[in-house]
């Protein structure tokens, strides 16, 4: 079975400076999706950035990138100029691609409490 | 947009009370999922549907059922409400094996 591991159940760091939440996983797959979800005070679960296993190139999404290091089973976010409006849990969540009908649900972390200090 | 509504926000049921808990996707996604969260432990998924009445077990399936007789919604029922049932509820849906669109959220409590 997949586990996803979140080490760090809270960070802060200041407005404007950057911050990296970190998530490490294991799996016996070669190809899968990992995801990093964000869910603010409203409760409303957000995709924030995905990466196929299979692409070598970290996945950016303006201020958020990912470092993906599939040798070690490690998918860290880092969040450049951090907004107060980031605020969030943060999880990240793993699914295995398939082939064929079906489907699959997410397997979480326990998540990170970001905290923006202004 | 894609757009996942849950019925409700917040619920109150008692022990020993039958609960359902309905879902409704716009996009029609042929996958469905419902995920329970707790504070310290992330998303569980309960159970998942990838057609009109068909369903697979999740991780924690005890104590819950699920019904999909149309596309578009899936339902998830409490048979019988315990306390340890309190928690929140997630509903999603997605076009495999793309990411999964979440809806707001039930918080269930159980007295």
């Known amino acids: 079975a997949q586990t996803v591991t979140q080490s760090q159940p809270e960070m802060s760091v200041q407005e404007a400076e950057t911050v990296t939440l970190s998530c490490t996983y294991d799996?016996?797959?070669?190809?899968?999706?990992l995801f990093w979800y964000k869910q603010p005070p409203s409760r409303q679960m957000i995709l924030v950035i995905r990466q196929e296993a299979y692409k070598q190139q970290n996945a950016t999404e303006n201020r958020f990138s990912v470092n993906f290091q599939k040798a070690a089973k490690s998918f860290s976010l880092k969040i450049s100029d951090s907004q107060l409006g980031d605020a969030a849990m943060y999880f990240c969540a793993y699914r295995r691609m398939y082939s064929g009908g079906g489907a699959d649900g997410l397997t979480f972390g326990k998540g990170t409490h970001l905290i923006i200090q202004p | 947009d894609v757009k996942v509504t849950q019925s409700s926000r917040y619920l109150v049921k008692r022990t020993g009370e039958k609960v359902f808990l309905e879902c409704v996707q716009d996009?029609?996604?042929?996958?469905m999922f419902w995920y329970r969260q707790d504070p310290g432990l992330g998303l569980r998924l309960i159970y998942f549907?990838?057609?009109?009445?068909?369903?697979e077990k999740g991780d924690i399936p005890e104590g819950y059922s699920v019904s999909r007789e149309k596309k578009e919604r899936f339902s998830l029922i409490l048979e019988s409400a315990s306390t340890n049932q309190t928690s929140m509820y997630l509903c999603?849906?997605?076009?495999?094996?793309?990411?999964?669109?979440f809806g707001p959220g039930t918080r269930l409590t159980v007295t």
């Open positions: 549907s990838y057609d009109v009445k068909m369903k």
């Open positions: 799996t016996s797959e070669s190809d899968y999706y």
């Open positions: 996009m029609d996604h042929e996958n």
């Open positions: 999603a849906s997605s076009v495999s094996p793309h990411e999964q669109y």
